[in-house]
């Protein structure tokens, strides 16, 4: 076999049946091979960082890993962003890239880049293979890399005579990876101490991240939640996580995150925190963040992440799913009476600090979209955000009872990331509806894959939640830069319902509130993709808010004279 034939025969080796590519000069030995490998599903995008995106929102909606494909130099730089993306949020991904012939490596060649040092930064693990020999391993180790543990992205330059030379493969049949340690099952003396922790504790919180998510450990906190009479969070990536309308939901925590959840959080004395990179979004001023908690917990995968930003009491290295678990049994459920004053605390926090928006008859605001979005979805659909004030609205309205799948780039706020993202969920999981909600400043940013959509026929949903205006950047322009609005304004941007034509899928215009159930109808009944155009109160804002700079109990809520 042939270079190409060896990459091709691993992944199909691995499992991996979907590969999102771009073909160029350095990978068209692989695609000159591709048509031999009938199970692979290849899908040609329109620009490679939708390749990455597509392979993103694949891997987050089916927990399975997907392929990429992209040529050398400016190729593979364009997948950068997507890697980046991916990295910061933990989600698995086997990337292929094209390198120019080994003997041109350094030499300036024609589209050459130094793609493994480009992308060292933003990836798992890279290669760079220079002898067909050793692609065979390095197939295998770059698929088990990206999947186990911490999942990530794994990237291998291959060079294209390598690509093209032939040996006889040798498919290892263990793995010899030295330096790479995995985490066994959680230290049942640190559970032990944990649990007893939770038992003493009188105003304890659980914030729950991705790694639950990402660990299908769902169920396992619902136990321990409701085991122990403990109030859970979650950050934005752990949205989903926990029923929104249970009776201990915090809901989203962070520096957009819900008033109850964050008033609970600064006055908890117990605060586990679990799959979660205890990152800036979620503790706004590091140094006045849960001030009286008397102990924090930290359960991760990831060793390196323990006490990165705040030294825990206990730390659980291990799994979520059997921490969580192991948890569960440890744990001594409390008496009514001992927990009952901490929720009833909440539960008027709660209603001190409901979740609020402008109420106007002239302008269409952009819950009442939301929430029509999400009556539709009846806890059933995958909703994919973009980033900006779209992606909060959409978080602080995420209504699901029962584990669902919400999907945004949080740790890189990747702009465009929804759309790709939303038709590789699609492509992972065609039986579930995919809803897409985007603001009109990231959605032009990728919207060339609207032909992606077109061509393979994918009933995806995209709701533009369009302000003319870069809307967060605006939003703390006028909060936090002195009012002074600099160059936020996109007033000259497309017609997107002559632009859904134009790329041949259906589309329809919204301005006012009583239009929002129509065009829903419209897009429900209407196969294939379709886009709606929601022109929203240009001035709509997200709150609650930290203001920068500030701890979470500088929250600030919707005025009172606009509720």
Request: charged letters at 25%.
């Amino acid at each position: 076999m042939n270079g190409a034939q060896i990459i091709l025969e691993a992944l199909q080796r691995e499992g991996i049946d979907t590969v999102f590519g771009y073909p160029g000069g350095a990978n068209l030995p692989i695609y000159q091979h591709l048509p031999e490998y009938r199970s692979l599903r290849h899908v040609l995008v329109r620009h490679e960082q939708g390749a990455a995106h597509m392979a993103d929102g694949y891997a987050r909606a089916s927990g399975r890993p997907a392929a990429v494909f992209a040529t050398s130099g400016p190729g593979a730089l364009n997948l950068v962003t997507g890697l980046c993306t991916a990295f910061m949020d933990s989600v698995p991904m086997v990337v292929v890239t094209g390198q120019v012939p080994t003997a041109m490596v350094g030499r300036d060649a024609f589209q050459e880049a130094d793609v493994v040092g480009c992308t060292q930064p933003v990836t798992k693990h890279n290669y760079l293979v220079t002898r067909v020999q050793d692609l065979p391993r390095v197939m295998r180790e770059a698929v088990h890399l990206a999947t186990s543990g911490r999942p990530g992205p794994v990237l291998v330059d291959v060079c294209r005579d390598v690509q093209q030379a032939s040996c006889e493969p040798s498919w290892p049949e263990e793995l010899d990876l030295p330096g790479y340690r995995l985490p066994g099952p959680p230290d049942r003396s640190r559970l032990e101490e944990a649990a007893r922790a939770l038992d003493r504790a009188e105003r304890p919180v659980i914030l729950a991240g991705h790694g639950v998510i990402l660990s299908r450990a769902e169920p396992e906190l619902l136990a321990l939640a409701e085991r122990a009479a403990v109030p859970v969070g979650t950050t934005l990536l752990g949205i989903g996580a926990f029923p929104v309308r249970h009776p201990l939901s915090l809901h989203m925590t962070g520096f957009m995150g819900t008033g109850w959840n964050l008033r609970a959080v600064q006055e908890a004395d117990l605060l586990l925190c679990v799959g979660m990179r205890v990152d800036d979004r979620v503790t706004a001023k590091l140094d006045e963040w849960a001030p009286r908690a008397e102990t924090f917990i930290h359960v991760d995968i990831d060793p390196s992440e323990i006490g990165k930003n705040r030294r825990p009491h206990i730390e659980v290295v291990a799994d979520a799913r059997a921490a969580l678990g192991g948890l569960a049994e440890l744990v001594t459920p409390p008496e009514p009476e001992r927990r009952r004053l901490w929720l009833t605390r909440i539960e008027r926090w709660r209603e001190e600090h409901p979740l609020r928006y402008l109420r106007s008859d002239g302008q269409l605001q952009p819950q009442d979209v939301v929430i029509e979005m999400y009556r539709r979805c009846r806890d059933r659909a995958i909703v994919v955000a973009d980033v900006g004030l779209n992606q909060i609205w959409a978080a602080l309205w995420w209504n699901y009872d029962r584990p669902g799948r919400f999907l945004n780039s949080g740790g890189a706020g990747t702009m465009g990331f929804a759309l790709p993202a939303a038709i590789g969920a699609k492509l992972a999981c065609p039986e579930q509806a995919v809803w897409c909600v985007a603001g009109e400043g990231g959605f032009v940013m990728t919207a060339q894959e609207l032909s992606v959509a077109v061509e393979h026929g994918l009933d995806v949903k995209v709701v533009l939640l369009n302000n003319f205006s870069l809307g967060m950047v605006r939003q703390f322009q006028d909060d936090f830069y002195g009012g002074v609005r600099s160059q936020v304004g996109l007033h000259v941007i497309p017609d997107f319902v002559k632009l859904a034509d134009a790329y041949g899928l259906a589309g329809c215009r919204v301005e006012r509130l009583d239009e929002v159930p129509a065009a829903f109808d419209f897009a429900e009944r209407t196969p294939g993709p379709v886009l709606i155009d929601c022109r929203i109160d240009p001035e709509a804002n997200v709150y609650p808010i930290v203001p920068l700079g500030k701890g979470l109990n500088d929250f600030r809520e919707l005025p009172d004279e606009y509720a």
